[in-house]
């Protein structure tokens, strides 16, 4: 009956003495899909991940359970590891080796046949568009080189579940372009992926489906793009002084929602046509009318406790 | 339960046998650099020490003291080269470079990789004490052909400081304490256990402390192997080295595993 699922988790939690890293967490990931999770820092992504492939211990509980393609973390982790790519936020790798000696060390960790291996790198250095880096020393890599090679490394094994923690925070929009169409060409092999991440617009481009966390918690679970249609309203008008915000505050009809919790005041509504009104009374550059997108939403739940306590 | 024998994920021999050889790998990338020092380094002390005191101590527990200093300083070699890895170069795999986070993303438990670093460590021994022996029997300063021997001595007083040295290392926050350990523990092992002077001469009291340094457990076959000079005592020394290894290995594994799996 599992079998469809990739991962189920069921009522996690995990405490570092009286810090509560995840509360009560459960979400299944179908195979073969692109599951996401988002939230802000210290939101507990980065523990989930490592409790599911075995680095993190979770708290006993009567109701838990954490099932990976069938094996449970605590118990088999190297079974789990075995037949998993990782890719960890830091890019921990081995700065004593150059690039091509570092897979090659890594895949004999997986018991590859070196002929094997040999044939396997030169394809994924040739996949993540590094091979001309193969005899370069890892300090001598840019950042979106090393996180290539970081990916190159969790594929070595040809993975069924590739688990990427922040795979581009930190890196140009190039880079994160290619290392998405990367991600979708996988996800297309069949491969299931499990990703971290608090780039909307990362969610929106690879994920099939999302959980949104704050403070341990689950928030929200669904499509990205349904998500958005059913939780926020469709157009935000974006005012970046609070000079300008105070010239149209008057105005500002009771049915829109107004978010002052960012730096930019928001002003959402429905209706396209309640902005522009507004920003009769603004001189461009005062104000940014667009679509609300997943990052509003996420504003809009993980936002929602901030605004309450002020 | 899901071993080898289900083909799941590589047998422990063969993880750990990765893991020795990632250092492996590490240490034979620089082979002139890595693998020289250890040559020059005996000649230096002998050339120093050996035959400047050579010239005031003709005899030295009734052999002659070139023989006596060469007999034990294989096993120094071994001891320093082995404490340096599992202090200095685990803290640096551990805190700093962050090897063991990039190691653990594959089918590697923490016990595969502390395994794997004490028996390349042990290697690291064999080598060391290796070369020492070369170099003094190319001299003819130890009898041959038992003296050749030596280095598998020197692998278990690698694999036996490697153990104490991760023990030392799983307490230790800050690198600069390991000078604590090398200046306070290992340095006046060196001149307390045998190498430099016989532990008999020593007073009554410090007789006894000598009989707990490691150190002292692993000169005494070399020497006894060396001299072809046999008693039952040697049966002790051996599981003395058991015994200390495996009372250091246990408790450091379990230590670094809290550290690293939270």
Redesign the interface.
Known sequence: MEEKEAIILQNINKC?GSFTAVKDLSFSVPQSICFGLLGPNGAGKTTTMKMI?????RDYGKTEKMSVFGFDPQK????I??FS????Q?N??????NVE?NL???A????IPKKEATKRIAELLNFMELSEKQHSRIQELSGGMKRRLVIA??LLNNPKLLILDEPTTGLDPQVRHLIWEKLRNLKRQGMTILLTTHYMDEAFQICDRIIIMNRGEKILEGNPHALVNANIEPFVLEINSMVSFQKIKANIPAITRVDESADVIRIYSREQLTLETLTKKLKPGEYYLRQSNLEDLFLKTTGSTLNALQ | MHSSNNRLYPSTFNRIYSVWFRHFRVYTKNLISNGLPPFLEPLVFLAGIGLGMNRYIDQMAGIPYITFLATGLPITAAMFTSAFELTYGTFIRLEFDRVYDGMLAAPLNVKDMMLGEILWAGTKGLFFSFAVTIVVAAFGFIPLPWSLFTPVIGFLTGIMFASFSLLITTFVKNINHFNFYFTGFLSPMFFFSGVVFPIENLPPALRIIAEFFPLTHVVRPTRALCLGDYSPVLFLDFLFIVVFTLFSVWPAIYRIERRLIK
């Open positions: 570092f492939y075995g680095v993190s211990k088999d982790s190297l079974a590891k075995f790519g990782v890719v960890p830091e921990n790798l081995d700065e004593e080796l000696e090659k060390v890594f004999r960790f997986y018991g490394r969790a």
